[in-house]
């Protein structure tokens, strides 16, 4: 494995002093690499995303991505180090049309690279070319999914972080979604993403670390993790709480 | 009696009353979270509404209907109340700080109606030789203000009894829980709209009645009586006693009111008469900066702070 | 005579209307009423007076208005000097109370706030009203219907490019989507790349700014005093509110309308009670279209 792309390690916080979330939960994703993160609700998991993305605070701990130490770092320096965060809900500006969304999720690059950035994210994505003076709020939940991840991917970022891009979507979009992701990997972007659908992430991750009450319970490939009696029975449809 | 036991009796009486104003306050903003910007308003609706239907018969004037003393201060409460609702009925259903607008417009407005409706409130020069209760058992003024300082601690003790026990009972509770949390409280089957709606009027006609008492006193009114530097006296005796606390209207109230006179009095002594109106302006802003500084420093109050420290020590 | 009437309506509302921009524009970006807003209009009238007092009249006025250059360039540091204020208080104050979990603190901190500029601006310039020039101006006449001065075609002219630009402003920069993104969504601004604060500074200095320059434009048509802002308030948050908190267009309507009513009011109630047309205003449009006549999305800047 190449040097790791993002270690977060021991990481301590939440939203409100006294009540932490994350109790020394660590993460390492290496360059191009797709990661699961997975655990029952509560787990902390959207959270632990949150802190790394600088969003919710961190009491202890730390987080490097590439090389250099961003804990805490507020999330629009997190854009220029080539992190991207897109988060399960209200991730897109609904009062925008497509077109200003994307220039705005643009605006850390200059003129003239963020031209060429928006007319590569309409490409990619072609249903957002006829939409893109029509306000956000217009979309169905598969189309903002699609402006949500478009407008992560403008800055060309190394690492994406997805909390949930499942959540709302029909069988036939969650597998659109996860086949353009595996796609995005292939084209050398790490991937962590927050999934709930254990089955549908273990069939398209390369590793998955399982969270519990803000640490980390288990990690290690899907192939790993499904042959263990404890993730078959909690998240693989062996009887146990589904969510 | 000397002249400072005379003044001391005064000022009480002027402490008292504004305690009451602030305890209706507190219900909004110490126990339901709404900021009222024009509590003048309801103060000068309570004290104009007392003193048309107490005052006697003129040619010149819609009203003096002659009523007793109490029957007009209940006359003068509802009016403050009815003033509450429109205003209540038109803002609450919304923002929070739509209320604060749609208030600081009516303060507004009653200061132009009590101005310019001369057929009604005397217009600049106000209502004047209005009846005071019971005066006329008094072999001097001295006496009167004696047993008015007596009445005026009867209704401002009675006023608080009152709040604690409303304050104690399910309906306080649901203030509380609509305070915190407007969607739980709305989940119990309680209409949070309802209950805001309930504690604003009820708290302005408190106001009202402040008012009333106050025309009681000093038998007249005049529009002067009721300017808008009134609503921020009120506002920061409520946070120097610190909201939520009903007690601490008594001592905001004292304390605010006391800096008021000491600081008025300082500036007529000292500074030269070209200079009077800039001492104004000085004795304000003492209003803002008391405001400012406490909402930033001390945030539950003056008072209240130390209380809240003390209970965690414990 | 009712030429007279809405002519005068339509300038007063061009000035309402220029103040309830910068208000509408902090009201949906900073999620308050800060009614501070309009002793900041006081405050850049004042700057204006002094800027002029220590330059003087350097250069005669440009014709047929009743100001030059001199005035103009007292506006520029007046909205600079206005903007500044606004920054100050957001840092000593606002950005402090912003966090408490009372939402209305903030508004409350902002009346104590007016209070003290409102004071400091009396202590400093007395009480007096005041003008920047005492010229006279010829009227223009137009096809005998009712009469203007030049200062008041000015101020319309520049309401309709101030319009027009911070329109272009809003859909076109960067900036002015991350306002609009802002009033959405604050925590998204900064997960799409772009620095929040930089969003709340300039909202800041350009409402202040616009306030500045409302004020200087009511001295020019009006008169120079402490209470400008004070009287000022009620008209502009009910144009804002009339138009949908966070839309520019709307307020403009909203202001033009509020002027309107204002100066139409002397048909039905006594000029005494002009001061509270704003306030029934507020109340028919809170009893009958609480989102603004115009129905603006909850707190989004258009």
Redesign the interface.
Known sequence: MSMPLLTASDLVGGYRPGLPILHGAGIQVSAGEFVALIGPNGAGKSTLMKAIAGIVPIWSGQVELAGRVVTNTPPHRLAEAELAFVPQTNNVFTSLTIDENLRLGAAALSRGQAGQALARSYEAFPDLTRFRNVPARALSGGQRQMLAVARALLTSPKLLMLDEPSAGLSPLMVSDVFSRLKALVHDGVAILMVEQNVKAAFSVADRAYVLTEGRNRLDGTPEHLSAMDEIVELYLGGGGRKH | MTGILLYLVFFLIVTLIYSIVVMGLNLQ?GYT?L?N?GVVAFYAIGAYGTAVLMGPDRSTLIGGFGLPFPIALIGGMAAAGLGAL??G???L??R???L???T???A??VQ??A??FEGLTGGAQGLIGLPRPLFSMFDSPNGFNLFYLGFVACMAALVYLALQTALGSPWGRLLKAVREDETAAASLGKNPAMVRLQAFVLGCTLMGLAGGLYVGFIGFVSPLDFLPILT?QI?AMLIVGGSGNTKGAFVGAFAVWGLWSVSGMAVSKLLPVQFQ??GG??Q??L??????LT??FR?RGLIGESETISRHAN | MLFQVLADGILTGSIIALGAIGLTLT?SVLR??N?AHAELITFGAYIALAVLGLTGAFMGPLAPLSFGLPLILATVVAMAATAVLALLIDRL?YR??RA?S????V???S??????VR??I??VFG?AATYYSTALQRAIRVGGLFRVMPDQVFTLGLTIIIVVGLHLFLKFTRLGLAMRAYAENPQLVGIYGYDSERVLRWTWIIGAALAALAGVLYGLTVQIRPEIGFHL??PL??AA?MGGVGNVHGAVLGGLIVGLAESLSIYLI?P??K??V???L??LI??LR?TGLFGSAKGAVR
């Open positions: 903003w979270g900021f910007a429109i205003v009925l038109a803002a259903r919304l929070d700080d739509y604060a607008i749609a600081f417009g009516i507004i407005s132009l109606v101005l310019n921020f506002w109106s800039q302006a000085i304000t802003m209003i803002g900066l008391l405001i400012v909402l930033l945030p | 009201m308050f009423p009614f104050v402090k109370l408490r009372k939402k209305m603190t508004v409350f901190g009346f104590g706030v007016s209070l003290l004071m400091s009396l202590l009480g308030l009620l948050f009910a509110i006594p005494g009670y001061m509270a704003p306030f029934l507020l109340l809170l009893y609480p």
